[in-house]
Each structure stands twice: as structure tokens, then as C-alpha cells.
């Protein structure tokens, strides 16, 4: 089945570290892939997305590469700040159990605290 | 303006009670959906609705009853609530149910119950 898998956290980071978020998943067909963050007390926003092997998601100085030979969707920022701090949620859309329904399979989530 | 809006934000209640969560979004969007997000973050589907019409239910007890009187609205009523249902619910809606359309949500409603 699909399923989605995100490195546990929390990660916790000293601003304007490098950030990593490592996401892989198992799909079926050729899925569309996203992330998706959290701030407290609020609901997801969509952060980025990749439709289709090789293509880059990227937004607010956040991106992700999607990889079909590995599998994987890992997010990257060069230089994060306290601002950043959130839980950060990979999910995929699979054409093959996702149409006609506009399912998304969520990974586990992964909080990010980024200390000034 | 809200694209997405759930009401109430907090919802604290005994066991065995009957609640209602109402969700309406503004963006045109024919597709809505409810999320459970338990105590771990973990997120998981409940129900899709396309056009006040019900697409998914995952295996969420009978208990749990969604309403969509028209394609903006759709509501969570549950009824006899239990321990276990104490979770953060999340209503969010979608262009369509076309492949890789992205979601947008709402803040959420903390149900906890006593």
C-alpha cells in the first residue's frame, strides 16, 4: 500500500543552520508529492509540491527534490530561523488511488524548533 | 477573509454527549474533507465529500456523522462521544478530486473530552 515515512524528531537547530527533513515514500503509480507545515495553533498550509521525477518544489527559501530512484522527497533550507519553528508534514497523491477521491497519505509529521 | 473556517475552535465536553463541528470554505471549492490529528501529530482521513456527495469514509465508526448541505459547507456531528475521541479534527477543502490537487485547512477544533 502507500505510505509515507518522515525522520522523527524533534529536530532541534540553532538559526541559520542548514536544515534536512528526510521523507520517503511507497507508492503504487507515479504520485504527486508535497509538504505541507504546521505552525502552532494552526492548521497545514501547503508549503510546496513536485508533480512529476526530477522536478523542484520550492517556496519561502524551503525546496525538495522529487527522486524516483530513491524514493524520497527531502525538504532543505539553507539558513532557518525561529520563525521556521513547526511540525512539517510530507504527503503524497497517488494517480492510482487517488483519483476520484483526492486522498492524500500524510507521513507522521516532524517538529522543528529552531533556538535564536 | 478565511478560506477555511471551522467553528468552534475548542470544544470540552463529558463522555457520551452528542457535538456538532461546522466547517464552511469560501474559495469555490467542490471537494471537502475531515482529519483526525491525534496526540502524536499523526493525521489520518476520515471523510471526502465531492459536491455534498460522499466519496470517502475510512472505517470511522457510525458514531461519527458528516452533513454537506451544499458543496461550501460540511459539518461533524458525533454522537455518544468517548475518551478516545479527544483529538484535534480538521476540516479542509480542495479544488476538485482531480490527481495531486493541494488542500487547505482549516485552524482545527480541539475536542477534549472529560
Known amino acids: 500500500g502507500n505510505s509515507v515515512t518522515q525522520m522523527e524528531g524533534p529536530v532541534t537547530l540553532s538559526e541559520e543552520a542548514f536544515l534536512t527533513i528526510n521523507c520517503t515514500y511507497t507508492a503504487t503509480g507515479y504520485p504527486s508529492l508535497f509538504w505541507y507545515v504546521q505552525y502552532p495553533g494552526e492548521g497545514l498550509q501547503l508549503l510546496l509540491k513536485a508533480t512529476k521525477a526530477d522536478d523542484k518544489g520550492s517556496n519561502k527559501g524551503f525546496e525538495a527534490t522529487y527522486r524516483k530512484e530513491t524514493t524520497s522527497f527531502h525538504l532543505e533550507k539553507g539558513s532557518v530561523q525561529v520563525s521556521d519553528s513547526a511540525v512539517y508534514f510530507c504527503a503524497l497523491s497517488d494517480p492510482k488511488s487517488s483519483s476520484n477521491t483526492g486522498k492524500l497519505i500524510f507521513g507522521q509529521g516532524t517538529t522543528l524548533q529552531v533556538k535564536p | 477573509d478565511t478560506a477555511v473556517s471551522q467553528t468552534p475552535k475548542y470544544l470540552v465536553t463529558q463522555m457520551g454527549n452528542d457535538k456538532s463541528i461546522k466547517c464552511e470554505q469560501n474559495?469555490?471549492?467542490?471537494?471537502m474533507y475531515w482529519y483526525k490529528q491525534d496526540s502524536k501529530k499523526f493525521l489520518k482521513i476520515m471523510f471526502s465529500?465531492?459536491?455534498?456527495?460522499?466519496?470517502i469514509n475510512e472505517t470511522v465508526p457510525n458514531r461519527f456523522s458528516p452533513k454537506s448541505p451544499d458543496k461550501a459547507h460540511l459539518n461533524l456531528h458525533i454522537n455518544s462521544l468517548e475518551l478516545g475521541d479527544s483529538a484535534v479534527y480538521f476540516c479542509?477543502?480542495?479544488?476538485?478530486?482531480?490527481?495531486?490537487?493541494?488542500?487547505?485547512f482549516g485552524d482545527g477544533t480541539r475536542l477534549s473530552i472529560l
Open positions: 465529500y465531492n459536491n455534498k456527495e460522499l466519496i
Open positions: 474559495l469555490g471549492h467542490d471537494t
Open positions: 479542509a477543502s480542495s479544488q476538485d478530486l482531480g490527481f495531486g490537487q493541494p488542500q487547505h
